[in-house]
């Protein structure tokens, strides 16, 4: 997709000229480089590290600059994809009282702790891509069992508090019970696909159709009786997070 391309060209070359001077190291990882991205439904993640702390102003500067870009271009939807963290490689290795630009799903802020959660670092550690400095992988821990399992009950907690209307829930709850069985990641549409495969959704019917939606995600979503259906997917939503629940179990005991 030219267009993603493209955007991650520039930011990441903005990225690079505003922390010149601290030696910027930036990857990729996720689904722009699992070969999952679908626009409506994915993000751009990256984790860039320097290696000295940045300056109060650079930070207020960096902490809004999906939004400047936006504003800059002609609209360019993809800017505000961008989800990630730029931190020392020491606030890496070692989590303390630190000046961390992040951005989120849920907005942008300047944080002073921030840790890799286990998933990240999984996805990092086998198919992150740099952009440009050095890779830093091998800086990375790899998450030992325990620290997976917890990860994967947090995301269970979620899917039971928050999942409905969405079928990205049931894609979620795919991928945690992929990695629970198998201690690897796998991309969404390939988790709802193997979850298919081995037997493992209540509906089979329903994780086909939130597949459909993901194939397609410039028509579907926008299609009345397709969101009619999300709408009442809530139920679905749930049972597929029993079988999580219950992998969960087995798992504890």
Not at 4 to 24: C, D, G, H, V
Not at 42 to 65: G, H, K, M, N, W
Not at 92 to 109: A, C, D, F, M, N
Request: proline share 6%; glycine share 6%; net charge negative.
């Amino acid at each position: 997709m030219a267009l993603l391309n493209n955007s991650i060209k520039e930011m990441s070359e903005r990225l690079q000229t505003l922390l010149k001077e601290y030696a910027p190291s930036m990857m990729l990882y996720g689904s722009v480089t699992m070969d999952d991205f679908q626009f409506g439904w994915s993000d751009i993640d990256f984790c860039l590290l320097t290696e000295r702390p940045i300056s109060q102003e650079l930070a207020e500067t960096l902490v809004f600059l999906r939004q400047t870009m936006t504003e800059e271009k002609d609209p360019n939807p993809f800017f505000r994809l961008f989800e990630g963290v730029i931190m020392t490689k020491k606030d890496l290795l070692t989590p303390g009282e630190g000046k961390i630009v992040y951005w989120g799903t849920s907005g942008q802020r300047i944080l002073s702790r921030f840790s890799l959660d286990p998933f990240t670092r999984m996805e990092l550690i086998r198919d992150g891509i740099p952009v440009f400095g050095t890779d830093f992988r091998h800086l990375i821990s790899p998450p030992d069992r325990a620290e997976i399992v917890q990860a994967i009950q947090r995301h269970y907690e979620a899917i039971r508090t928050y999942g409905e209307a969405d079928a990205g829930w049931l894609l979620d709850t795919a991928r945690c019970l992929y990695t629970l069985k198998t201690n690897q990641i796998i991309a969404k549409t390939k988790a709802g696909e193997w979850a298919l495969e081995h037997h493992l959704c209540p509906n089979p019917e329903t994780m086909e159709q939130a597949l459909q939606i993901r194939k397609n995600p410039k028509e579907l979503p926008n299609d009345a009786s397709v969101k009619k259906w999300l709408n009442g997917l809530k139920p679905e939503i749930q049972r597929f997070a029993d079988v999580l629940e219950d992998a969960l179990r087995s798992e504890i005991l």
